[in-house]
């Protein structure tokens, strides 16, 4: 069997083939650590749902509605939110015991991208708390803290599927 097939082989959740031994390890795969890594990514889209209907109060406010950090923070908001529902899905999808390779790649890369958004999206946040007139500042103070709230339950759903898959395949899945 060449590389390609071997790779697109499924993968079941001890992250051996199913012709191979499953001998868990404390760095293997387990399995019951999936309810915590979906509930953690569910309060994190909890979390991003309430920065949505911050962004669409600050966006009513006429003297911050125009500046330009608060379009890149829309963007980051909506690659965010994108990346956290594939990596829901990928959940949904492990807990119906479908644990092939690229659906494990798939959940790991868009955990580090939804986190990577994150991130850019709280550099726009800075840049517009310091552009921002005084009166709006609060506002985005309170959207910084929801972004920070957010990427904290992101990296604990990130401990938790790292567990769930293994740090075998993890490793093998994340960014280099």
């Not at 069997?1 to 001998?23: F, K």
């Not at 999808?93 to 958004?117: E, N, P």
């Amino acid at each position: 069997m060449d590389s390609e097939h071997r790779e697109l082989e499924p993968v079941n959740p001890g992250g051996q083939t199913a012709a191979s031994e499953r001998n868990y390890t404390s760095s293997g795969p387990q399995p019951h650590q999936l309810h915590q890594a979906q509930d953690a990514l569910f309060k994190s889209l909890f979390a991003e749902s309430i920065l949505h209907t911050i962004a669409g109060q600050i966006e009513r406010i006429s003297t911050i509605n125009q500046l330009p950090a608060l379009k890149s923070v829309f963007e980051e908001d909506l690659q965010t939110g994108n990346h956290s529902l594939i990596a829901q899905g990928c959940l949904q999808r492990l807990g119906c015991h479908d644990w092939h390779g690229t659906i494990l790649s798939q959940l790991v890369d868009s955990l580090y991208q939804a986190r990577r958004h994150h991130r850019i999206k709280r550099g726009y946040l800075l840049e517009l708390k310091r552009t921002a007139p005084t009166d709006a500042r609060p506002a985005v103070e309170n959207w910084i803290h929801w972004v920070d709230y957010a990427e904290t339950l992101l990296q604990e759903a990130m401990i938790y599927t790292q567990e769930l898959i293994g740090t075998q395949a993890w490793n093998r899945y994340a960014p280099k």
